[in-house]
């Protein structure tokens, strides 16, 4: 019989709680208590992803197709992609045969062996941006505000990761605070990524796009239009290089975010009107380079 290798029980760790999403949670959490159940480096890292599965938890998303209420199959295959291969890299330090199935499952490997804020990101982040690309098609079936708030998450986790491990991209001349603003060890890190406010805990979304621009708080529009809208280009551009993520470049055009939505619907990003907001962006202006370390 052949040796079981790291992908193959990852693979099969991801399967056995596909229709669980109790116990997608549970899996999530045992993988950053390493493959000995003892990991406290690692274990801090557990509470950003915690908080977000928490909050898809709770609006039903990864509940299965057939659930009284279904879920989201872009939302559950966009979370398998993540407990896939960050099972796998505990498979692998675990000593489980095979090299990486891909290259996300070799970020979370390097992770595991160096757990630092930037490794992380590198880690969650790829897994990722590589779960949107490849269900793009599964995002386009969802319906419209769903499709925004896809955008509004990917650009807002980009930016968190680019606060660590490329500070003067996003925050300027006060890039000394970026990395404590965008540790996922920290609780900072969720004031960029807070949805819930609002976002109603249901699935799926029945107000227009309008109703939810209108419901977003206002550190929020700060953050969007005021520090990550006028260096959007330049964040993508990162972020693919930093991800080996090129085709994350075609999920942004000329300050519009085109992830599952037509770019002749570029309107819903236009900045909302506000005394506050040219203020940041003077005070904060986006430097004129594509590549900021």
């Not at 009284?68 to 045969?97: K, T």
């Not at 969650?124 to 269900?135: D, P, Q």
């Not at 907001?277 to 202006?285: A, G, K, M, N, S």
Request: hydrophobic fraction near 45%; charge should be positive.
């Amino acid at each position: 019989m052949p040796e079981l290798t790291a992908g193959a029980w990852a693979e099969q760790e991801a399967g056995r709680v596909r229709d669980d999403p109790a116990g997608r949670l549970a899996l999530m959490e045992r993988c950053y208590y390493g493959p000995f159940g003892h990991a406290p480096q690692h274990l801090p890292f557990r509470r950003a992803a915690r908080s977000f599965m928490r909050w898809q938890l709770r609006r039903g998303v990864l509940q299965p197709a057939f659930a009284d209420r279904p879920g989201s199959p872009w939302w559950r295959a966009v979370n398998e992609r993540i407990l896939r291969d960050g099972c796998e890299s505990v498979g692998l330090s675990g000593g489980l045969s095979g090299p990486p199935s891909s290259h996300t499952a070799a970020q979370w490997l390097a992770f595991a062996r160096r757990p630092t804020a930037q490794a992380w990101y590198r880690a969650h982040n790829g897994s990722v941006v590589a779960a949107y690309l490849e269900h793009r098609e599964l995002a386009e079936k969802e319906n419209e505000p769903e499709r925004f708030f896809m955008n509004v998450i990917l650009c807002r986790v980009l930016y968190t990761h680019a606060l660590v491990a490329a500070p003067r991209l996003s925050l300027g001349w006060l890039r000394a605070l970026a990395p404590l603003l965008g540790d996922p060890r920290l609780g900072m890190t969720g004031i960029f990524l807070q949805l819930s406010r609002v976002l109603p805990d249901r699935y799926p979304l029945s107000d227009d796009v309008p109703y939810f621009l209108g419901q977003e708080h206002g550190f929020a529009r700060l953050v969007d239009f005021g520090m990550i809208a006028p260096r959007l280009r330049q964040l993508y551009e990162w972020s693919a290089r930093e991800l080996a993520a090129p085709g994350l470049l075609d999920c942004v055009r000329d300050g519009a975010l085109t992830y599952a939505w037509r770019f002749e619907d570029r309107h819903v990003w236009d900045p909302p009107r506000s005394l506050v907001i040219p203020v940041i962006q003077r005070i904060l202006p986006a430097r004129a380079e594509s590549v900021i370390s």
